[in-house]
């Protein structure tokens, strides 16, 4: 049982690339989420997916696209990427659901994947 | 999303029983509070979630006012391993939206 796991763990892109990052669980959640960590700075939400089919805009989705391709993956998209979008990023998935329960909501994280973009 | 303050910074040492508190004064009637702990180079581990009173499972307490505006993560007897960055969120989970704000540096000396 891997939990979550993301590819790649590292990368440094030049101005203008795309890249994709990819992320899985194996936990069977329904939810699954992707943030970015600047340094010294909290998680901010980019974009999450509540359930298999459907992805919504967190707190800073600008520059960024979604896939769930699966109830499984949950990848993302830089189309060009810039120095602003350096940063750590981290894939999560909960069970999800609407009742509120810990057990629901705890978020499960992965290792995270180092970008820099030059 | 409601903004939450939490100390920058706190030290303490080993066996010590640690309180970080975070002020949540907008906290709507939805909202949950809920904390994490982050190690260097790792994701957050979730530690604690409640809505009001008190809430304790195997590594910390939670405790919550009746007015809900702040609440207090405790931590009995640290040790060096606990030294980890701890965030305090609120928000409606069942919305996913959750707000990581700037977390508390803990540092537990020996």
């Known amino acids: 049982n891997a939990g979550v796991t993301q590819t790649p763990k590292f990368q440094v892109l030049k101005t203008g690339q795309s890249m994709t990052l990819q992320c899985a669980q194996d936990?069977?959640?329904?939810?699954m989420y992707w943030y970015r960590q600047d340094p010294g700075m909290g998680l901010r939400l980019i974009y999450y997916s509540a359930s298999e089919g459907t992805t919504d805009k967190g707190e800073v989705p600008n520059g960024y696209n979604v896939s769930r391709l699966n109830k499984r993956e949950f990848s993302l998209r830089l189309e060009s990427a810039a120095p602003s979008q350096t940063s750590v990023y981290f894939c999560?998935?909960?069970?999800?659901?609407?009742?509120?329960?810990?057990?629901?909501?705890?978020?499960?994280f992965g290792p995270g994947t180092r970008l820099t973009v030059l | 999303l409601a903004k939450t303050t939490q100390p920058i910074s706190m030290d303490s040492y080993e066996g010590q029983e640690v309180n970080i508190t975070c002020s949540h004064n907008n906290i709507a009637t939805n909202d949950y509070i809920t904390w994490y702990q982050q190690f260097p180079s790792q994701g957050p581990r979730f530690i604690i979630q409640g809505y009001k009173t008190k809430v304790t499972n195997e590594v910390a307490s939670l405790f919550i006012p009746a007015d809900r505006k702040s609440s207090t993560l405790s931590l009995p007897r640290v040790s060096l391993s606990d030294t980890a960055v701890y965030y305090c969120l609120v928000g409606d989970v069942r919305w996913r939206q959750l707000t990581f704000g700037s977390g508390t540096q803990l540092t537990v000396l020996p």
């Open positions: 999560a998935s909960s069970v999800g659901g609407t009742s509120g329960s810990a057990v629901e909501n705890e978020q499960f």
């Open positions: 936990m069977n959640h329904n939810s």
